[in-house]
């Protein structure tokens, strides 16, 4: 079967993400919703990875939703009732490249 | 910040900012910016009562006044921001003439909502398509009043490709029209 790209986008929330909880992610998937809209939401396909620190984490996207998500994250600025910011720091086409880690040099 | 965009070019991306936004330098290095210029520090505003007649050079006028911008296009200011819902010919060609840059501010995109922000993109759309008929330089500027209306690099371009700008032309204001406007000559 084959699979579709995928494009990784490390976000960070000002003031802070509120938690690690599961509403946090449908609050703001919600959101995007209403940002991109119904007929294009699918296209984008949005999906929660993970928080890599305090205020960071890491959403999924499809390569051609890629510039949808990054725009409706900038016109996000209330969530839930509270004033809320979201930087998109990086894209990447992997998780290890978007965190900047190195590649091991020596491979066997 | 030096930022490889995906065609390839090495570009470095600046930003203007209001006087009343507040940020570290950690916060710039993240948003991918090379400066991120203050009004009021790096730029004059023209059109408020602060403003510096002498420096002209380094002012942008801001307003909706239309014979309060055409004086101050004629003066030589560096940039112009309608904040007005006209576009005016006559102002245009006189910018064009005095080398004057157009300033679109993104914040009446992000700080507002539905309606409004619709009308906003339409109201700079056409003021684009209107300067780049005339091969008037275009700015693309957060003109952040805090920190939560700040952006970065990416989100810029992506919101500048909203405002009808193809993403290199988009890149190419953020890079190259927005330093000669934070730049202080």
């Not at chain 1, 579709?4 to 509120?18: G, I, S």
């Not at chain 2, 014979?67 to 101050?72: N, V």
Request: with cysteine; net charge positive; hydrophobic share 45%.
């Amino acid at each position: 079967m084959m699979r579709d790209k995928q494009r990784y986008v490390l976000v960070e929330a000002y003031p802070d993400a509120d938690g690690y909880t599961e509403t946090f992610w449908n609050q703001l998937s919600d959101e995007l919703l209403r940002c991109i809209g119904e007929t294009n939401y699918h296209i984008t396909n949005p999906k929660f990875v993970k928080f890599v620190g305090k205020n960071t984490f890491i959403i999924r996207t499809t390569v051609p939703g890629a510039a949808q998500v990054i725009l409706s994250l900038a016109l996000i600025k209330n969530l839930n009732g509270k004033e809320i910011a979201f930087y998109t720091l990086k894209t990447s086409g992997t998780i290890r490249a978007l965190l900047g880690r190195e590649k091991t040099k020596n491979k066997a | 910040m030096i930022v490889y965009l995906r065609i390839g070019v090495l570009l470095e991306y600046y930003d203007l900012v209001s006087e009343t936004c507040v940020f570290d330098d950690s916060l710039r290095m993240r948003l991918g910016f090379s400066k991120i210029g203050v009004l009021g520090r790096d730029v004059i505003a023209a059109g408020s009562n602060r403003s510096n007649v002498a420096d002209f050079g380094n002012s942008v006028g801001f307003g909706g006044d239309i014979e309060q911008l055409l004086a101050l296009a004629q003066r030589g200011v560096k940039g112009i921001a309608i904040t007005g819902s006209f576009i005016d010919r006559k102002l245009l060609t006189v910018m064009k003439e005095n080398g004057c840059i157009l300033v679109l501010p993104l914040n009446a995109i992000t700080a507002s909502r539905g309606i409004v922000r619709t009308k906003n993109i339409y109201r700079m759309s056409k003021l684009y398509r209107s300067a780049t008929k005339l091969e008037i330089p275009v700015a693309f500027v957060s003109m952040a009043k805090t920190q939560l209306y700040m952006n970065s690099y990416m989100q810029l371009i992506e919101l500048a490709n909203l405002v009808c700008a193809d993403r290199s032309s988009a890149a190419h204001c953020i890079s190259e029209v927005n330093k000669k406007l934070v730049m202080r000559i």
